[in-house]
């Protein structure tokens, strides 16, 4: 069974400092992995991550994937109170049974 | 705004009674899903339309019946719940199953009585 292990669980930084949220994974047939922020309902899709090393990058976000030890970051700069969120991974299979699997998710909370 | 619209944003109905959850894109999508996530949990798979045929059903008790009229609206009928079922129901789409990125609607949020 594809399996996806978020940490931290939840994460209280300062506004202004930068946090590192991680994802590990263990699934058959990896295909995709999937950053998305939920703030009080729909999750909000950040990033897709297909091959390893490469990064992306949306203004203060970036995230990279390591398709060899299985495992993603996401990055964010200089944080804001906007970023307060849940973080969510998910990782897609390419098994003749496309779906996503989600982790636990972080909760990052940004002080003033 | 998401382009993802569901109805009710909240609904809370007895165990006996029978309501529909309702989903909406004119994205052009090809598949549409429904979620289920309790608090503090990640989002849960429930259904799969692909083209508007039902191609996954994460062994859902029967009390919940999907319907895809057509290929832009996505229901969710629900009769006899129990109090754990009471969660917020996610519905998303993508340009076709497979393609990883996935645009939710705001979510229903159920109670059970």
């Known amino acids: 069974e594809d399996k996806v292990v978020q940490s931290p669980l939840s994460l209280v930084v300062h506004e202004g400092d930068t946090v590192t949220l991680n994802c590990s994974y263990e699934v058959t047939n990896f295909r995709s992995l999937l950053w998305y922020k939920q703030e009080k309902k729909a999750p909000t899709f950040l990033f897709m991550l297909?091959?390893?090393?490469i990064e992306k990058k949306s203004g203060r976000l970036s995230s990279i994937l390591d398709k060899k030890e299985l495992f993603s970051i996401l990055n964010i700069t200089a944080t804001q109170t906007g970023d307060s969120a849940v973080y969510l991974c998910?990782?897609?299979?390419?098994?003749?049974?496309?779906?996503?699997?989600f982790g636990t998710g972080t909760r990052l909370t940004i002080i003033p | 705004d998401t382009e993802v619209t569901q109805t009710p944003k909240h609904l809370v109905m007895g165990m006996t009674n029978k309501k529909s959850l309702k989903c909406e894109q004119h994205m052009g999508h090809r598949a549409m899903y429904w979620y289920k996530q309790k608090a503090k949990k990640p989002p849960e798979l429930m259904f799969v339309?692909?083209?508007?045929?039902?191609?996954i059903n994460e062994s859902v008790p029967s009390r919940f019946s999907p319907e895809c009229p057509n290929s832009s609206l996505l229901n969710l009928h629900l009769h006899a719940l129990q109090p754990e079922d009471s969660a917020l129901y996610l519905c998303?789409?993508?340009?076709?199953?497979?393609?990883?990125?996935?645009?939710f609607g705001e979510g229903s949020r159920l109670t059970v009585l």
């Open positions: 297909t091959s390893s090393g």
């Open positions: 998910a990782v897609e299979s390419n098994f003749g049974n496309e779906k996503l699997t």
């Open positions: 339309y692909s083209y508007e045929k039902l191609s």
């Open positions: 998303a789409s993508s340009l076709n199953r497979g393609t990883g990125e996935l645009f």
